[in-house]
């Protein structure tokens, strides 16, 4: 355990893949403290406004503050990608352990599984955004869906090849009982795996998020989030460049930093799965 | 093999069926009546009972669903306002997806591949480093903004590509290749970059093989012990990957299409959800399932062609 420590915080793409989300986060939840001006309500006087020492990223059509925009922003962005994560995780967990642990189920779930990913996972999210009506709930709802079978493969995969270890014959042989088994033996096991793969899925869901934002049907204004700042300014890009670049970049930034972060968790927790990627 | 196909085959028929389940389903998702929800709040008693009676929501739901496949097998899906079937709106758009999907694909055999092998060949060098860093950075980019970038780029500032529309391959060559330059270009960076970080870890893995040990022992030429003996085993888990990719770029195309104006079939699914055309949405959604499960199909019999171990999985 302290070995695993010390490779963690030795780690360069952790250390700063971490310091990257850290950043954002604190930004995100400082967001009142930190942003110079309020992010929505309008101040026409300072209307498209290229970038200056007032604005540092310049205002958009309605005279706000793109800064304190993106800043706030990270706080919707970061609190999808962080719910779906975690519902992903726990979706994933429950469904990849009895695919895993009971043979008789793993071939219904695992062929439903492969229909789910069958669908491209932004028109699944669309599609479900787009009957259920845009919010950030339904935002988070729609990832989970789209993203558990991700989740839940990964952790039966581990559970396959853990259930054939020795120590879970023994304990099988002295008596133990299943849901002991499953929580004590296996699931403990199977958590570097966990860790490395809800990383990479909470880069994706700030990904999609942004995505989904852009395509009209995210977390609706005026509330911002990245993508819907993306999308607004699409119509003044050609004058106003400078309002849907600083979010992109934000959006770029975190997902490496999160993405960095999975990377060298990856390399530490899970060093076997660094042949397919992921 | 003959019997690993049929497997493969009879695997094929299932997601499909699951597929179309789901997106039968998806409409039931709906809170409240379903017509109602697809007509809007200002839709009159007339415009609901007529949808009501196009979607069949008055029969019981097992029933219901026995018609969508009927509909679905005959090709009479039809569109909620385009007064079409939403096969022939498909294929009408296609060319356009299919050209952007392709030059997505082009984009990241191009960059992706010898990238992710000049990376593992120099491993550890900076060239490696900055490879990987690109690799990482590629993934974490979001395409539409990517698009938005390249656009203000070459069409806005050196005014060298046009910022949108399509030209068919048919009507004109140039321009079909100078329409759909950018659009692939910001579609296949991201899988590119997946690329490259697949094909170097995996031909890491190759060459730390007995084989290729036995190779150098042997006096071969370093160019030769790649090509002839690392990159064809790599190649096998490679071309899976690229299955997976096509799937991930026809998903990208629903964004990218937006971004750069062009009618395709991403373009038509957003419109069809923005005025819920849920019948449109659904041929969509499985008609791409299907493409998607064809290409991994291919693959996998291709798949299991170079590597007969497969087979017998």
């Known amino acids: 355990m302290k070995l695993t420590k010390n490779l963690i915080f030795r780690n360069r793409s952790i250390q700063i893949g971490g310091a990257i989300t850290l950043f954002m986060i604190l930004l995100a939840l ?26 540092l990223f310049g205002t958009d059509e309605f005279g706000r503050d793109v800064l304190s925009r993106v800043i706030f922003g990270a706080r919707i962005s970061l609190r999808v990608g962080l719910s779906v994560a975690i519902t992903t995780g726990i979706l994933g967990i429950g469904v990849g352990l009895f695919a895993g642990y009971f043979r008789r189920l793993d071939n219904p779930i ?52 853990i259930k054939e270890q020795y120590y879970v014959e023994s304990a099988t042989a002295l008596g ?11 699931l403990v096991n199977c958590i570097g795996p966990v860790i490395v793969q809800q990383s990479f899925i909470f880069a994706y869901a700030v990904l999609a998020e942004a995505m989904l934002s852009f395509l009209g049907v995210g977390p609706p204004p ?17 004058i106003a460049p400078w309002i849907m670049f600083f979010p992109g970049i934000a959006i770029s930034i975190t997902v490496l930093g999160i993405n960095m972060l999975g990377d060298g968790l990856r390399d530490v927790l899970d060093p076997k799965s660094r042949v397919q990627g992921r | 093999m003959l019997a690993y196909t049929f497997r493969r085959l009879i695997w094929m028929m299932w997601v499909l069926t699951i597929v179309s389940i789901l997106s039968f389903l998806l409409v039931h998702l709906a809170p409240g009546d379903v017509a109602r929800v697809i007509g809007g709040i200002k839709a009159s008693e007339e415009t609901i009972q007529k949808i009501r009676e196009q979607l069949e929501l008055d029969k019981p739901i097992p029933l219901q669903f026995i018609y969508f496949l009927k509909k679905l097998f005959t090709g009479e899906l039809q569109s909620l306002y385009a007064r079409r079937s939403v096969f022939e709106i498909i294929l009408y758009k296609l060319p356009v997806t ?4 392709l030059g997505g694909l082009v984009v990241a055999l191009l960059i992706g591949f010898p990238l992710g092998l000049i990376a593992a060949v120099k491993q550890g060098s900076w060239v490696d480093r900055i490879g990987v860093m690109t690799a990482t950075l590629g993934v974490s980019i979001p395409t539409f903004w990517l698009g938005m970038n390249l656009i203000l780029l070459f069409a806005v500032q050196l005014k060298w590509l046009p910022s949108g529309g399509f030209v068919r391959i048919t009507e004109d060559f140039g321009g079909w290749i100078r329409s759909i330059i950018m659009p692939s270009f ?30 150098r022992a042997k006096g071969l030429r370093e160019s030769f012990v790649l090509l002839r003996h690392a990159l064809r085993n790599a190649m096998i888990t490679i071309v899976t990957v690229v ?19 062009l009618p395709g079939v991403g373009r038509m699914v957003v419109e069809a959800v923005s005025r819920r055309d849920y019948p449109t949405v659904q041929g969509v959604i499985i008609f791409i399932a299907f493409a998607y499960a064809a290409v991994n199909l291919i693959v996998d019999l291709l798949y299991a062609f170079l590597d007969p171990r497969i087979r017998y999985d």
């Open chain 1, 30 to 55: 400082f967001a009142p403290l930190i942003a110079p001006y309020p992010p929505i309500g309008m101040n026409i006087p300072s209307m498209l406004k290229s970038p200056s020492a007032d604005h």
């Open chain 1, 110 to 161: 695992m062929r439903f599984l492969d229909a789910m990913m069958a669908i491209p996972s932004l028109l699944l999210a669309l599609a479900i955004v787009s009957i259920v009506g845009p919010s950030e709930g339904t935002a988070v709802a729609a990832l989970t869906i789209t993203y558990t079978p991700r989740t839940a493969r990964v952790i039966r995969g581990a559970v396959l090849s």
């Open chain 1, 176 to 186: 133990a009982g299943t849901l002991r088994i499953m929580i004590q033996h296996i």
């Open chain 1, 222 to 238: 005026p509330a911002p989030s990245w993508g819907n700042i993306i999308s607004e300014a699409r119509g003044s890009m050609r």
């Open chain 2, 98 to 101: 299919a050209s952007v999907a």
């Open chain 2, 186 to 215: 910001s579609l296949g960076f991201v899988q590119a970059a997946l690329l490259a970080r697949m094909t170097r870890s995996c031909l890491l893995e190759v060459l730390k093989e007995d084989y290729i040990t036995t190779a």
């Open chain 2, 243 to 261: 299955g997976l990719i096509f799937g991930l770029l026809l998903g990208g195309a629903v964004v990218t299409e937006q971004v750069f104006t």
